[in-house]
């Protein structure tokens, strides 16, 4: 019992010491940012930020919520930086897939078209927050008059917004036509080939349907691959429908539902570096859940059966060497999404970043992770931080390794729910 107890006893006093150890790295190395107004010209206190993204070909930016208005006008700031400082030309948006890679190459690049498509075809998390206005609205469309305009990209297999719901089924039917698929000479093609395409979503009303669109979409994705190649567009998004026929099935557990998409927005990511922009340097927009990574070592065991997109991409897809990845927290304030409640978020832990950053006095910061990992690259240091805001273990304040789940954190003082946007 006494060496027992003398175990739990040092094994505290480790804890603790290695506690200590990341507040003073975050105390010697954080780096205040003067503010995050997306429309400076002035990026010098954003240059540390730079520094650690150093060479990475993919930099991912999280947030505590779809509804994080400041977490989106600083992240505005930092896609400008990104783009005109450190050569990133494509923001991939946390979008429909389909949508905002075929539909995108389609529109003329007039202000007002851009304008009216963003609206229509990002989540209105965003394209209906006035915190992204200045970002979407007026600077996306103002590089198409400079020689590095800033191109669009979604990674969400969700397919579901305008363009898509306007046109993906027509424009896949004309394709499988023109090829003479097989699929094409079903009796039941115009019956119920093409309305479960034009319908997906409707297995989230009725699973029965899970089956048989199930098998509709596989089966064109396996024709598809034959004849065009397994990266070609259109065996991708096929690809993407029967994804979503798994996740709109209710099937399995919220890990189990959120690793099938997650899973394939990395494919997704993945497929835009290699195939859609080989030579373009990529900014992802998305939540800091989906961004993290390190998975299967949390403290909370039902967290450790999840597979994010950050995960799959820099772990199983070995992207790890190219990515940066930026979680976002703030030490208080009101969250809530457009269309929600607002509701307070929780007080940090004392032993929290955010609590370390508030003390010094500081709005806005920044910490990069990647540093006191190759200080200390064994160290498996345990501390608080608010991945999120409600729910799950990234929403509100929990114990884990944060320095290997994000390779650093923009730390802003006070959260506030979205305003809505006028109509575009």
Same mark, same amino acid.
């Given at each position: &019992?006494?060496?027992?107890?003398?175990?739990?006893?040092?094994?505290?006093?480790? @804890?603790?010491?290695?506690?200590?150890?990341?507040?003073?790295?975050?105390?010697?190395? *954080?780096?205040?940012?003067?503010?995050?107004?997306? %429309?400076?010209? #002035? =990026?010098?206190?954003?240059?540390?930020?730079?520094?650690?993204?150093?060479?990475?070909?993919?930099? &991912?930016?999280?947030?505590?919520?779809?509804?994080?208005?400041?977490?989106?006008?600083?992240?505005?700031?930092?896609?400008?930086?990104? +783009? !005109?400082?450190?050569?990133?030309?494509?923001?991939?948006?946390?979008? #429909?897939?389909?949508?905002?890679?075929?539909?995108?190459?389609?529109?003329?690049?007039?202000?007002?078209?851009?304008?009216?498509?963003?609206?229509?075809?990002?989540?209105?998390?965003?394209?209906?927050?006035?915190?992204? %206005?200045?970002?979407?609205?007026?600077?996306?469309?103002?590089?198409?008059?400079? /020689?590095?305009?800033?191109?669009?990209?979604?990674?969400?297999?969700?397919?579901?917004?305008?363009?898509?719901?306007?046109?993906?089924?027509?424009?896949?039917?004309?394709? &499988?036509?023109?090829?003479?698929?097989?699929?094409?000479?079903?009796?039941?093609?115009?019956?119920?080939?093409?309305?479960?395409?034009?319908?997906?979503?409707?297995?989230?009303? %009725?699973?029965?349907?899970?089956?048989?669109?199930?098998?509709?979409?596989? /089966?064109?994705? @396996?024709?598809?691959?034959?004849?065009?190649?397994?990266?070609?567009?259109?065996?991708?998004?096929?690809?993407?429908?029967?994804? *979503?026929? !798994? $996740?709109?099935?209710?099937?399995? %557990?919220?890990?189990?539902?959120?690793?099938?998409?997650? @899973?394939? &927005?990395?494919?997704?990511?993945?497929?835009?570096?290699?195939?859609?922009?080989?030579? /373009?340097?990529?900014?992802?927009?998305?939540?800091?859940?989906?961004?993290?990574?390190?998975?299967? +070592?949390?403290?909370?065991?039902?967290?450790? $059966?999840?597979?994010?997109?950050? $995960?799959?991409?820099?772990? !199983?897809?070995?992207?790890?060497?190219?990515?940066?990845?930026?979680?976002?927290?703030?030490?208080?304030?009101?969250?809530?999404?457009?269309?929600?409640?607002?509701?307070?978020? #929780?007080?940090?832990?004392?032993?929290?970043?955010?609590?370390?950053?508030?003390?010094?006095?500081?709005?806005?910061? =920044?910490?990069?992770?990647?540093? =006191?990992?190759? $200080?200390?690259?064994?160290?498996?240091?345990?501390?608080?931080?608010?991945?999120?805001?409600?729910?799950?273990?990234?929403?509100?304040?929990?114990?884990?390794?944060?320095?290997?789940? =994000?390779?650093?954190?923009?730390?802003?003082? /006070?959260?506030?729910?979205?305003?809505?946007?006028?109509?575009?």
């Amino acid at each position: &019992m006494k060496i027992w107890c003398t175990v739990l006893f040092l094994l505290a006093g480790a @804890r603790m010491a290695g506690t200590q150890d990341m507040e003073q790295y975050v105390a010697r190395q *954080m780096v205040p940012i003067a503010h995050i107004h997306p %429309d400076s010209v #002035d =990026f010098s206190d954003l240059e540390a930020l730079g520094r650690a993204i150093g060479d990475a070909k993919v930099v &991912m930016l999280g947030e505590q919520d779809h509804g994080d208005a400041p977490a989106f006008v600083a992240k505005s700031r930092i896609v400008r930086y990104l +783009h !005109e400082k450190k050569g990133f030309n494509v923001l991939a948006m946390e979008s #429909d897939f389909w949508g905002l890679n075929y539909g995108w190459q389609q529109i003329p690049k007039d202000t007002n078209r851009i304008k009216t498509f963003l609206a229509e075809n990002i989540f209105g998390y965003w394209s209906a927050c006035t915190a992204c %206005d200045p970002l979407l609205y007026r600077y996306i469309p103002s590089t198409f008059s400079t /020689e590095h305009p800033l191109q669009l990209a979604g990674i969400d297999n969700q397919v579901l917004l305008a363009y898509s719901a306007k046109y993906l089924a027509s424009t896949l039917d004309s394709v &499988m036509r023109q090829l003479d698929l097989p699929m094409v000479h079903r009796p039941d093609y115009t019956e119920t080939v093409i309305p479960a395409v034009h319908k997906w979503y409707n297995i989230r009303k %009725d699973t029965a349907l899970f089956q048989p669109y199930h098998a509709i979409f596989s /089966e064109i994705t @396996r024709q598809l691959a034959a004849r065009l190649g397994p990266d070609h567009l259109w065996a991708m998004t096929a690809r993407n429908l029967v994804v *979503m026929a !798994e $996740e709109y099935s209710g099937r399995g %557990d919220y890990y189990v539902r959120n690793n099938t998409r997650d @899973r394939q &927005m990395a494919f997704n990511l993945d497929w835009i570096k290699k195939v859609l922009y080989p030579n /373009e340097k990529i900014i992802v927009w998305a939540h800091n859940y989906h961004v993290s990574k390190y998975a299967g +070592h949390y403290p909370e065991d039902f967290m450790n $059966e999840a597979r994010t997109l950050g $995960e799959v991409f820099t772990n !199983e897809l070995q992207w790890a060497g190219d990515t940066y990845i930026l979680g976002f927290t703030s030490y208080r304030g009101t969250a809530g999404r457009l269309n929600t409640k607002p509701y307070k978020i #929780d007080k940090p832990k004392k032993e929290s970043l955010e609590n370390w950053i508030f003390q010094t006095g500081k709005p806005y910061a =920044f910490v990069d992770f990647k540093a =006191f990992n190759r $200080e200390n690259p064994s160290a498996e240091t345990p501390f608080y931080l608010s991945g999120g805001v409600k729910g799950n273990l990234y929403h509100g304040s929990h114990r884990a390794v944060w320095n290997k789940i =994000f390779d650093g954190v923009f730390y802003l003082e /006070e959260i506030s729910p979205c305003v809505p946007t006028a109509a575009k």
